[in-house]
């Protein structure tokens, strides 16, 4: 029986750093990413890394590229690419919440079966998230199954994750011969149907409905609702409501027909003169605004003011304590006294449903939207001058969010923003160019040809930035400490008396486990030898140990420290707990399902001579 390693000093800190970094990360009372900083620190304070080593992961190759991806999805949305692909999947939300998710998981674990799984997060993120809006599926319940999704999809083909690409180098230089570009298919497919399978059945039941607490957060995302007004000479005159509605990404709630509200059926024939109330995020109402046979009412009403060109635009929340609360603009007399325009109004979430029905059902007047009571929380889309919107902020009357930098989509570049975006894509899946310089390539053309402010290019989210560049620094202590291979040979001695499936089931386990403080790869490649090794104890060939251990990389779901689930954090407003409840369960299910079937595709035979040899280098 071969006695364990002794655990070093350099084993301990690492492993107390992954146990309080599970805490941090568990009990949220830091920020994600200020709890992923401090971990970093402590790895180079304690001396466990070097401060080079340390902060090395922010200049890592995948984690500019990330950052990359996320600037040319900005260029995407600029171009309206994103709202036309949300507006398609946004379509099977008419069928309930689960054939959305469905069509979105599919989608997804196609795209990521041929692309890494981390560039098809990235990619279809702003997509999921504006579909979901327009479905009414909140994102919470949505973004989750996106990550799994692209995990899973990775599993099918040599090419869907950089994982699957690094073992099967590994296991040439090991002797044991590449992984085709199929081989993993016949298990990565029931591997992808089980997790579905288990996400639609439990997703629902587990996975919370949460808003961001954070007003200033997910701008994109924030939904508002106004009136807009189609003239009598309006090109939509004639049209159907549905025609209106299918290009702008809004719901129409409600009509006004001659003093008298009406249901807004897709087949209503719109006549001119009619005012709708319509909702959408920000930049959906802005889109409204720009069109020609359609205007926003509250701009009508101000028509010089809306002229005019130094006026900007901003969002502030109602203060707590603001002599707003519980007042309507109406009765505040917010414009003439201000000398700013409320172009649409957000409430969490968007306007309660029982203001929805008051308005409905109410005989507009002039100032319909006007009279509703503002709350606390209450976010206001404004038109005006800087210098009014200062005013307004110190009056303590409402906090500034932001001005908005909003620009018209960019129609005509849809085209080229795709293409850019496609060849990043490819080349980059290829590995024919470094993944930082095809990512920041890919960028830098973007705005060059336009697709895409460069303002607006660069408002991507830092802290999934800095959270996954400060995990790569705790999977590269894991490895120099050589606490991944500690952890290992205590695995060693099960060969003696569990068998070769209890063997896998073990190796597989450590992977998973491992996965969490390291990168897949990482997990894969520390556990790799001890497979091989273990398989030299038992006289077997280490193929079926080296498949179960690549495809158990792929298959960890328990913590969102996997990239993948990193991008889908913050904008699904979730927990650390959030991924334990789902992910567990679906990870139990996936090991099952791996110690039934790798056997079975590739079974345990006695290890030939030549092997033996080769294995005992």
Known sequence: MRIPLPMTMSIAIVLAVVVLAIVLFSFERIPLEVSALTIVCVLALTGVLEAKEAFAGFSNDTVIFIFALLAMTQGLASTGVVQLIGQWLAFFGRYGHQAFVAAMMLLVAAFSSLVSNTVTTAAFLPVAVGAANRAKVPKSKVLMPLAYASMLGGTIFL???????????????????????????PMGIPVAIVGFLVILLLGPRLLPVREGANAGADYMYREYITEAVLPSDSRYTGRELAEITKGLGIRVLGLLRDGKSLPAKPGYVMEGDEVLLVEGSRDDIMRVKDLRGIELRPDLRHTEDAAAKDLMLFEAQVSQGSNLVGRSLRETLFAERFGLVVLALHRRPAIQRVTKLQLLGRIWGEN?????????????????????????????????????DYAPPRYAKAVMASVIFTTVLVVGSLELVPLSLVGIT????????????????????????????????????????????????????????????????????????????????????VVLPIGIAVAQQLGIEPRSFAIGICLAASCSFITPLEPSCVLVYGPGHYRFTDFFRLGTPLTLALLVLLAVGVPLLWPFQAAAPAVTQLMAR
């Open 368 to 404: 319909s939207l006007s009279t509703v009571s503002l709350a606390v929380g209450d976010v206001l889309l404004l038109r005006g001058p800087r210098d009014r919107i200062s005013e307004l902020s110190e009056a303590s009357m409402v906090t500034v969010i932001g001005d908005v």
């Open 159 to 185: 090419y869907g994750t950089s994982t699957n690409l690094v073992m099967s180098e590994a296991m040439t230089q090991m002797g044991l011969g590449p992984i085709g570009i199929a081989e993993l298919t």
């Open 442 to 525: 890919g960028m830098l053309l973007m705005i060059a040809t336009g697709c895409v402010d460069s303002r607006i290019a660069f408002r991507v989210d830092w802290k999934v930035v800095l959270l996954i560049g400060s995990m790569l620094a705790l999977g590269v202590a894991m490895e120099k400490s050589g606490a991944g291979r500690y952890l290992g040979t205590l695995i060693t001695p099960l060969s003696e008396y569990a068998g070769p499936r209890g063997v896998l089931v073990a190796l597989m386990l450590l992977t998973i486990v491992l996965s969490a403080p390291m990168s897949n790869q990482a997990a894969g490649l």
